[in-house]
């Protein structure tokens, strides 16, 4: 069974700072997303990353994926109030095309001014 | 684009009753998912269609639950009895998988409450 972990869960920074989120999962896969969830509202596509080395940059968010660490890492510089919001990474089951996602449990960003 | 539709958005309803919660997905898109969100569970997939042809609903919780999807613009998720325990926000996703990307577009939930 695959397994996406997120860490941290819960991060709280100050604007102006940097950091990373971090998404691991439990077996090969080479298809990634991470969404964006404001609060009390639905999941927003950010980036879509395809293969192995693939790195999306949007504003002050960049998403980089590892297939052989089985790691993504969505980036955050220089914060700022409106980046507040859950963030989840997705992985595609293998075995069952590139249709089927599996979601972690999200982190839950707030940034402070 | 209108992006995937649902109905209602919000829905009360008291335990025992039926309950039937609508979806519209995306013209062209070929997958239709439902989900279920918790604070509990976290996010859930509960079934998807594909070319309106039901292929995985192992999520689907039990019995009560049932979904069908007509047409290729319309997908309905009914639960009959509602329990209490159903309380969540239920999301219909689309995606047209021929294009590569792959990705999952969300409608708006619909955040039902079972008293």
């Known amino acids: 069974e695959l397994k996406v972990e997120q860490n941290p869960l819960f991060l709280s920074m100050q604007e102006g700072k940097n950091y990373t989120i971090y998404c691991n999962y439990s077996t090969t896969s080479d298809r990634l ?24 940059q949007e504003g002050r968010l960049m998403a980089s994926l590892d297939t052989k660490a089985r790691l993504s890492t969505l980036h955050i510089t220089a914060a700022v109030h409106d980046l507040s919001a859950t963030y989840f990474c997705a992985v595609d089951v293998p ?3 590139n249709e089927k996602l599996t979601f972690g449990t999200g982190t839950r960003l707030t940034i402070i001014p | 684009d209108a992006g995937v539709i649902q109905s209602p958005r919000h829905e009360v309803t008291e335990m025992g009753q039926e309950v039937t919660l609508r979806c519209k997905p995306i013209s ?64 219909c996703a689309s995606s047209f998988t021929r294009g590569g990307r792959d990705e999952q577009f969300f409608g708006p939930g619909t955040r039902l409450t079972v008293l």
């Open chain 1, 33 to 56: 997303y991470w969404y964006r969830q404001d609060p009390g509202k639905s999941l927003e596509s950010l980036f879509v990353l395809l293969s192995n080395g693939a790195v999306k």
């Open chain 1, 95 to 97: 075995n069952f095309g």
């Open chain 2, 28 to 91: 062209g898109h070929d997958y239709l998912f439902w989900y279920r969100q918790t604070m509990m569970r976290g996010l859930e997939l509960l079934i998807y269609f594909n070319n309106n042809v039901p292929i995985d609903d192992s999520g689907m919780p039990e019995d009560r639950f049932s979904a069908k999807m007509p047409n290729a613009s319309f997908s309905t998720l009914k639960i009959q009895p509602s329990e209490p325990r159903d309380s969540a926000v239920y999301f």
